[in-house]
């Protein structure tokens, strides 16, 4: 049995921002579709996009995105090793959390952007993309650093970033939980030098 052809992202793109599946397109500045290495081993999943990320249509490119580029150093990996998505295109206002609707009516489009990429690893960050990538209502916190197999991917849920500017505590977590991505990926680290 064959499968569906893999549409080429910059087809998936152009879906994108023609979408009017639900109301956010009303209020978007930029669609994020995401950006990175179509043929990326690790493919990054982030709930949606903030006001930073409307404003210049890539994901990841306020505070939290400076600190993802900093965890991705940490797994010895950079931006330009791997695709960066998010469930929501679109942003929500006052970046309130997604919407059951606005879930169903998105995620088609990461659906075949995972398709497409064909990663090994998926990486979630956050509650929404855990929830949805891995259909579970286990939260964040009992489901970090915790490599799943679902399907052909295997998936690797980690707190979103912006959860430790706001609380520091988690910045372990997300150091270490990044530092056993780059283990999973076989990117050893140098030894620190004192």
Same mark, same amino acid.
């Given at each position: 049995m064959?499968?569906?052809?893999?549409?080429?992202?910059?087809?998936?793109?152009?879906? $994108?921002? =023609?979408?009017t599946?639900?109301?956010?397109?009303?209020?978007?500045?930029?669609v994020?579709?995401?950006?990175?290495?179509?043929? *990326?081993?690790?493919? +990054? $999943?982030?709930? *949606?996009? !903030?006001?930073?990320?409307?404003?210049? !249509?890539?994901?990841?490119? !306020?505070?939290?995105?400076?600190?993802l580029?900093?965890?991705?150093?940490?797994a010895?990996?950079?931006?330009?090793?791997?695709? +960066? *998505?998010?469930?929501?295109?679109?942003?929500?206002?006052?970046?309130r =959390?997604?919407?059951?609707?606005? +879930?169903?009516?998105?995620?088609?489009?990461?659906?075949?952007?995972?398709?497409?990429?064909?990663?090994?690893?998926?990486?979630?960050?956050?509650?929404?993309?855990?929830?949805?990538? /891995?259909?579970?209502?286990?939260?964040?916190?009992? /489901?970090?650093?915790?490599?799943t197999?679902? !399907?052909?991917?295997? $998936?690797?849920? +980690?707190?979103?970033?912006?959860?430790a500017?706001?609380?520091?505590?988690?910045?372990? *977590?997300?150091?270490?939980?990044?530092a056993? /991505?780059?283990?999973?990926?076989?990117?050893?680290?140098?030894?620190? $030098?004192?």
């Open positions: 064959v499968g569906k052809p893999h549409i080429p992202l910059e087809d998936i793109r152009a879906q $994108v921002a =023609d979408c599946r639900c109301p956010l397109h009303e209020g978007r500045t930029n994020v579709f995401g950006e990175g290495n179509p043929q *990326a081993r690790v493919l +990054i $999943v982030g709930e *949606a996009p !903030g006001k930073n990320e409307d404003l210049q !249509g890539r994901p990841f490119v !306020g505070a939290a995105g400076k600190y580029d900093e965890l991705l150093a940490i010895g990996l950079e931006r330009k090793d791997v695709f +960066i *998505a998010n469930v929501l295109k679109c942003r929500p206002p006052g970046n =959390d997604p919407r059951p609707e606005e +879930i169903q009516a998105c995620t088609p489009f990461l659906r075949e952007q995972t398709r497409t990429i064909s990663p090994e690893y998926i990486v979630t960050l956050g509650n929404f993309s855990t929830k949805f990538i /891995l259909k579970t209502d286990t939260g964040i916190t009992r /489901l970090h650093g915790k490599p197999k679902a !399907g052909n991917f295997t $998936v690797f849920p +980690i707190f979103h970033p912006a959860a500017l706001y609380d520091r505590s988690k910045r372990v *977590a997300l150091e270490e939980d990044f056993t /991505l780059g283990r999973l990926l076989g990117n050893e680290q140098p030894a620190a $030098v004192d």
